[in-house]
């Protein structure tokens, strides 16, 4: 009887077919693996804007925290608890010039129409202090000076650097403030609009990708020898100083 070879060597290489099952099994766990990658990636592509939506539904239903009733310890903090009880308050600051100039009526103006009632006017004299109260306006009087190095500059400016120090007064009562500058004008209630997802968030006054981002520039001067070819990232992004900034009443805004 002739012998096969090819039989007799198979069988004498893997006389129980080990090594093909072996093959067949690691074929399947690949393609095991394969599918299950293939269905967490088409599972996370799916789900992930369905979250997103889900948890913005979550943020619009879930009641902001109410404030603990408790004696004020101040009179700025006796005000907020009557108009902003849910510790989200909308300030501008202000003097009586700025009445005299129509903007600070007009901000009021639409702030009112808008129906927010968590405003408050801070008027850094007693002119306008008196002026608002009479009108039945929200307001408070903080008695503060400009800085030396602020006289002179306009009432825009010697405003902007008082800023910081009044901030600083909401925060110590654990008050979140959106700070808007009086030359805004609100057409809505911005609270209704607000992710409250940062700490601190200001209001760009870009336009288009330079006035937002800003651009890689430089200056080709053979002056200045090969720093000519040096390029710079010119910024126009908003500071702090910015237009509306809303601060949440934390630690590190404190420190800001």
């Known amino acids: ?70 004696e004020p310890r101040s009179a700025l903090e006796s005000i907020l608890q009557h108009i902003a009880p849910e510790r989200e308050v909308m300030i501008a600051i202000s003097n009586y010039n700025l009445i005299r100039e129509g903007m600070l009526t007009t901000w009021l103006e639409m702030v009112t129409k808008a129906e927010v009632p968590n405003y408050l006017v801070v008027a850094i004299d007693t002119q306008l202090q008196d002026d608002l109260t009479a009108k039945g306006y929200n307001v408070y009087y903080k008695d503060i000076s400009v800085d030396a190095s602020q006289e002179g500059t306009g009432d825009n400016h010697a405003i902007s650097a008082l800023k910081f120090k009044i901030l600083q007064e909401f925060l110590e009562l654990n008050w979140h403030v ?8 609100t057409l809505q209630n911005p609270f209704d609009h607000l992710y409250r997802d940062h700490d601190v968030e200001g209001m760009s006054d870009g336009f288009d990708q330079w006035t937002a981002y800003g651009k890689v520039g430089g ?16 910024s126009n992004l908003p500071s702090l100083l910015c237009v509306l900034t809303i601060m949440t009443a934390c630690y590190a805004c404190f420190k800001l």
């Open 1 to 70: 009887m002739t012998d096969r070879p090819g039989a007799m060597d198979g069988a004498a290489d893997d006389p129980s077919g080990k090594h093909h099952k072996s093959s067949q099994q690691q074929s399947r766990k690949q393609l095991l693996y394969g599918v299950l990658a293939a269905g967490v990636c088409l599972g996370f592509m799916a789900s992930q804007p369905l979250y997103v939506q889900h948890q913005r539904q979550l943020d619009n239903q879930v009641p902001r925290r109410q404030l603990v009733q408790k």
């Open 178 to 185: 959106l700070l808007s500058d009086v030359d805004i004008v």
């Open 219 to 234: 200056l080709d001067d053979q002056s200045m020898g090969w720093a000519r070819y040096a390029q710079v990232h010119i």
